[in-house]
């Protein structure tokens, strides 16, 4: 282990590191809800499971956050793009099947880092300081499809380096999956509320009674992704969010 980098003192909240600004966990625990439920055509031919995971907002995020950031010149090669996700395909379905077999390999923790007070995500969001997600989110996005709610702290470990941006890999994904109000108001719930919502008037009430110190995170986080919405025009909060509680 680094120096830098400590073990985890206390069980955190998946839907804390998920959202607002991670929905790229979401759309990967969504491969893994496939596996569980398809056992067939995770026992099948790869190629099999490759066109499956294909048709899923999997390969959206693949190519728009995993390629476009860190390996942006394969979107110029179709063959050497395809080829990739192939691997990262099995890669994941190798993942599901170890955990499924032997449980978390507590060898190999989810890394956080903590976020403070300067740090603002790249197009500007106000999410509060706290820890944030830098490596394992595809065994994040298992535990969460298997149900866990929490992070217990022998399944992370902490970089206490600056951490001086956060990627918002929701904004580079709603436009292209074109997400719906009632998706992004569950997404948000896993942050800001205890329950799940799927209107964000209903969100965004529950939290100016409930948890009125993040109301005024949820709206600027709402504002911000507006413009990235599918129905937006039908939904007034979106446009007219209410800045007291009601």
């Known amino acids: ?27 990967r625990a969504q491969l893994f809800e496939m ?39 394969l979107l110029l090669e179709p063959g050497a793009l395809d080829q990739a996700f192939a691997v990262r395909v099995a890669g994941a379905a190798s993942l599901f099947r170890a955990v499924e077999r032997d449980g978390f390999d507590e060898r190999h923790p989810v890394l956080l880092r903590r976020s403070d007070h300067r740090t603002r995500s790249q197009p500007g969001k ?4 706290g820890l944030q997600i830098a490596d394992g989110c595809h065994r994040l996005s298992l535990l969460m ?4 709610k929490e992070l217990p702290a022998r399944f992370y470990c902490v ?12 904004a580079r994904l709603l ?23 799927h ?30 919405l599918r129905g937006v025009d039908d939904d007034p909060m979106v446009d007219h969010p209410p800045t007291t509680q009601s």
């Open 35 to 73: 596996f569980a439920a398809e056992p067939d055509v995770l026992a099948g031919p790869p190629e099999d499971l490759v066109r499956r995971a294909e048709a899923m907002p999997y390969r959206v995020w693949f190519e728009r956050v995993a390629v476009a950031r860190f390996k942006p010149h």
């Open 199 to 228: 209107q964000l008037n209903h969100l965004v009430r529950y939290v100016a009674n409930r948890r009125p110190e993040l109301l005024g995170e949820l709206l600027g986080v709402i504002a911000a992704d507006a413009p990235l």
């Open 175 to 197: 436009g292209p999956l074109g997400l719906g109000i009632a998706d992004y108001a569950a997404f948000l719930s896993l942050r800001y509320a205890d329950t799940e919502h």
């Open 159 to 170: 970089d206490s380096r600056p951490l001086t941006d956060l990627p918002d890999n929701t």
């Open 126 to 129: 106000p999410v509060r300081p």
């Open 1 to 27: 282990m680094p120096d830098a980098t400590r073990p985890g003192v206390e069980p955190v909240r998946i839907g804390d590191l998920v959202s607002p600004l991670r929905y790229d966990v979401l759309v």
């Open 145 to 148: 499809c298997l149900g866990w």
